[in-house]
Nanobody, 121 residues
Framework: QVQLVESGGGVVQPGGSLRLSCETS????????MRWFRQAPGKEREFVAG????????NYSESVKGRFTISRDNSRRTAYLQMDNLKPEDTAVYYCNARLQILDGREFTYWGQGTQVTVSS
């Protein structure tokens, strides 16, 4: 059974930091790209950051570049999102995603249940 469990969300003041974790099971973690998305109230889900394997390829949305850092630990089957200098507009539910794209065109993707991040003074 595939599971992605996010943790580390909470309430933080502007300028503060949080570290999200995404613990996984049930699939070949090292073969998947890991991504973080977020969804604010009334808005569509948007891409935040992604990391391939090996973890030399990372990419970020322009809104978080320079403030957020994505990483992964294959031995722990876990992906992380370090979020620094948080802003009120970062408030959202953050979702972990695992994606495998195969050369024949098939794609496998899994989602976590999300963790709430609230940035407020």
């Amino acid at each position: 059974q595939v599971q992605l469990v996010e943790s580390g969300g909470g309430v933080v003041q502007p300028g503060g930091s949080l570290r999200l974790s995404c613990e996984t099971s049930g699939f070949t973690f090292h073969g998947y790209a890991m991504r973080w998305f977020r969804q604010a109230p009334g808005k569509e889900r948007e891409f935040v950051a992604g990391i391939g394997n090996p973890a030399i390829n990372t990419n970020y949305s322009e809104s978080v570049k320079g403030r957020f850092t994505i990483s992964r630990d294959n031995s722990r089957r876990t992906a992380y999102l370090q979020m620094d200098n948080l802003k009120p507009e970062d408030t959202a539910v953050y979702y972990c995603n695992a994606r495998l794209q195969i050369l024949d065109g098939r794609e496998f993707t899994y989602w976590g249940q999300g963790t709430q991040v609230t940035v407020s003074s």
